[in-house]
């Protein structure tokens, strides 16, 4: 069990984060640990981009290995609610010698508080480290980016999506019933006690740490059925990080079925996926890398078609998917 006690300053560092790079590593980890529990297009979309770009060393560092642990470095910790991708490649890429050392140990031979059975090295691992800590890093990161855009982008908008989504519905809850009750309800194995928050993991009888923490970072994924501990370690540890929790996302439809209207294509799809929430046509351009042109021809159509409202606010237009809640006023 994982332990982390929070006083009033510790509640009141409580944030959530949507990571691409997070997603990526939870897709990895489950090809490396657990593949039979992927769908087959999945599976079948992260293996085949993991062998198209020769991406070994990430798939054996990734991946988890036996003891299902995947260095947390590959998680970098999010600045903000989302960090975009090629500032967290960044953050891979010059990840202090120390930490990726200590991370290396732990995957390889178990961390320090969590003492179980060593394992030898991959010596594809091994061969890579030849080359220094930095070196390694920066190739991991380089990897990391091409694994991120063949099987993450293509999907990442409707994912995207489904984790903002799962972010307001736990904001709803807090309002509605508080921290303590939102926080029982992110997963099963998760659970606030006493003015600890306590992770229950499958290792319980050999995994146990107590950590105090100013501040804890929750973070959605649609590759993980109940709550994984990354990157808060005991006192002394290099490059200490805050505490992430990464917990399942609610299944959230975040889309309407492709057969629900004939205007309906691929294109659409995508702009659908984004306006969860009241977005303007400048903002889903950004978002989608498209012309704000294409943006607008595809919006005033699906205004049209009744599946969008259409809102001012100031100066800007605002789009969002109908039966989501109406923009307020600011």
């Not at 099963?188 to 950590?211: A, Q, Y």
């Not at 599946?307 to 109908?322: A, F, I, K, P, W």
């Amino acid at each position: 069990m994982i332990r982390i006690r929070l006083g009033a300053k510790g509640l009141g560092g409580v944030r959530f984060a949507v990571s691409p790079v997070g997603s990526a590593k939870d897709l990895l980890r489950l090809v490396g640990y657990s593949p039979g529990t992927l769908t087959p297009p999945w599976r079948t979309r992260a293996t085949d981009a993991l062998a198209r770009h020769r991406l070994g060393l990430l798939a054996v560092v990734g991946g988890g290995g036996p003891l299902g642990y995947a260095p947390d470095f590959l998680r970098p910790e999010p600045a903000a609610f989302l960090t975009d991708v090629d500032t967290a490649l960044h953050q891979i890429a010059t990840t202090p010698q120390e930490r990726v050392r200590y991370e290396l140990a732990g995957a390889v031979n178990g961390h320090s508080w969590d003492p179980r059975s060593s394992h030898p090295a991959p010596r594809q691992l091994l061969r890579a480290l030849d080359r220094g800590e930095d070196h390694f890093a920066r190739r991991l990161a380089d990897e990391m980016a091409r694994f991120w855009h063949a099987a993450l982008k293509p999907s990442w908008p409707a994912i995207r999506a489904r984790l903002e989504a799962d972010v307001t519905a736990r904001a709803c809850e807090i309002a509605q019933h508080g921290l303590a009750e939102a926080l029982n309800r992110l997963a099963p194995n998760l659970e606030w006690h006493d003015g600890e928050l306590r992770v229950h993991l499958r290792t319980d009888s050999v995994h146990r740490l107590t950590l105090d923490a100013d501040a804890v970072i929750l973070t959605p994924s649609a590759f993980v059925d109940w709550a994984l501990f990354c990157a808060g370690e005991p006192p002394g540890t290099p490059a200490p990080r805050t505490p992430l929790i990464v917990y399942p996302a609610a299944r959230v439809d975040c889309l309407p079925p492709a057969q629900d209207h004939p205007l309906i294509g691929a294109m659409r799809r995508r702009l659908l996926a984004e306006l969860s929430q009241p977005r303007s046509t400048t903002e889903i351009a950004q978002r989608l890398y498209l012309s704000p042109a294409t943006v607008s021809y595809h919006l005033q159509i699906l205004h049209r078609a009744g599946l969008v409202t259409r809102s001012r606010r100031s100066r800007h237009v605002l789009y969002q998917r109908l039966g989501e809640a109406a923009p307020g006023p600011r």
